[in-house]
């Protein structure tokens, strides 16, 4: 049985981090947040030049970010959209942790609310983390 706050709690923690990731998506596409003064650590530096310099990875980030955040803000395939995050936060973390320790925190919240959401929707990937599944 749900009750109000089983399904308050995980449609608030879809807003909270879906809202952002649509701006952020966007904002690869658009460049309307303005770069940060102050200067990022070399590895970090080299990171992100070397992702931009590919000419395809920022442009999938940032579609990625997008299709994802409007999965969770519509409310529609939320698991497929959690799942697509998945890479992408774990890659946030520890490039926050080994390069650029100052967005450590916000990449932690995202980190709270994807394993909160997961599983708050875990019923969803039960068949897809079943060690043996039959073809249909």
Do not use: D
Not at 56 to 78: A, C, K
Not at 104 to 110: N, Q, R, S
């Amino acid at each position: 049985m749900t009750t109000p706050k089983t399904r308050l709690l995980p449609a608030i923690a879809r807003f909270v981090m879906g809202i952002p990731l649509v701006v952020f998506g966007l904002n690869l596409f658009l460049n309307f947040i303005p770069q940060p003064k102050t200067p990022i650590a070399p590895g970090a530096l080299a990171l992100a030049g070397a992702l931009m310099g590919s000419g395809y990875i920022m442009p999938l980030i940032g579609l990625t970010l997008l299709v994802v955040g409007l999965t969770l803000v519509s409310n529609r395939f939320v698991p497929l959209g959690l799942a697509l995050f998945a890479p992408f936060i774990v890659h946030s973390i520890c490039f926050h942790l080994f390069l650029e320790h100052t967005g450590l925190p916000m990449a932690g919240i995202f980190l709270v609310l994807e394993l909160y959401l997961a599983w708050a929707y875990r019923a969803a990937y039960r068949t897809m983390l079943a060690a043996r599944v039959e073809p249909s």
